[in-house]
């Protein structure tokens, strides 16, 4: 969020390393996660999709259905960056399959990711599509408003983010 993508890097290397050290393929793909999302905020979204399909086979090694959502969720905004609308809809038909797998209780590094978060992204996705395609404006805003109202006040970063798509 500041810039310091570099730095960002360095970091997200160094806890790639650690995880792997530490035989974590669940935090291992937390950590691919974020590290392509520097990747799609870059302009970059085919290094992205690298990385988060490194990411899904760790979560799949991991046996972290929610862990692979997230991986999957954010793949369909790349594919959509890369204005791949069928890719795109299977990476987010294929979250939701899992994210109705997900056992709350039994995971450790993706807790944060709600329903609200799935609405978003297949917001945001649907919204990068709109440039070129207006057909994907009506998806969006639904999308982007379920986000929004599943929010509470600990979200305000991603409600941020996400009014802003909305507007």
């Known amino acids: 969020d500041v810039g310091a993508r570099h730095d960002a890097r360095w970091h997200l290397l160094t ?3 650690l995880a792997q050290q530490a035989g974590d393929r669940a935090l291992a793909s937390e950590v ?7 990747f ?15 990411g899904q086979q760790a979560a799949q090694d991991s046996g972290s259905p929610l862990a692979l959502t997230v991986l999957q969720a954010n793949t369909a905004w790349a594919h959509a960056e890369l204005g791949d609308v069928s890719a795109m809809r ?3 038909q294929s979250a939701e399959d899992s994210f109705e797998r997900v056992e709350p209780d039994r995971e450790r590094w993706f807790r944060f990711f709600i329903p609200a978060d799935l609405a978003a992204l297949r917001g945001i996705s649907l919204t990068a599509l709109t440039a070129d395609d207006r057909r994907h404006v009506d998806g969006a805003v639904e999308a982007l408003q379920d986000s929004v109202a599943g929010r509470d006040d600990d979200t305000g970063r991603s409600q941020a983010f996400e009014l802003t798509a909305l507007a």
């Open 32 to 38: 691919l996660y974020r590290m392509a999302r520097v």
């Open 90 to 92: 299977r990476a987010l």
């Open 40 to 54: 799609v905020h870059e302009g970059r979204p085919a290094d992205a999709l690298r990385l988060f399909r490194l």
């Open 15 to 17: 806890a790639l390393e």
